[in-house]
Nanobody, 122 residues
Framework: VQLQASGGGLVSAGGSLRLSCAAS????????MAWYGQAPGKQRDLVAQ???????YYADSVKGRFTISRDNAKNTVSLQMNSLKPEDTAVYYC?????????????????WGQGTQVTVSS
């Protein structure tokens, strides 16, 4: 599965950005879709995720400001980022879990997108 992310950029504090990630390739089912953020010199952390059933999780630092959504027909996941803060500055990566089959056996795997830079100026 290949992931193509888009939507990053430079924005002033308080502004908004929308990240999108499209999955393509061969798979039986897309499972959980997620966004991770990696600030300079720090580890990659989970920002938000959404299951195939639509259940969502948000890191405490983004609750009430970010909204994750998915379009199952288009195999896309989006992250609406509002009220951005300088501490949100990071490279954001989409991550997708998916199921394929080897013969009759289901196999679950994951893929990472290429990362998109989000910079929030104060």
């Amino acid at each position: 599965v290949q992931l193509q992310a888009s939507g990053g950029g430079l924005v002033s504090a308080g502004g908004s950005l929308r990240l999108s990630c499209a999955a393509s390739g061969s798979f039986f089912k897309i499972n959980t879709m997620a966004w991770y953020g990696q600030a300079p010199g720090k580890q990659r952390d989970l920002v938000a995720q959404i299951t195939s059933g639509g259940s969502t999780y948000y890191a405490d630092s983004v609750k009430g400001r970010f909204t994750i959504s998915r379009d199952n027909a288009k195999n896309t996941v989006s992250l609406q980022m509002n009220s951005l803060k300088p501490e949100d500055t990071a490279v954001y990566y989409c991550n997708v879990g998916y199921t394929t089959y080897r013969g009759s056996s289901p196999v679950t795997s994951g893929s990472w997108g290429q990362g998109t830079q989000v910079t929030v100026s104060s």
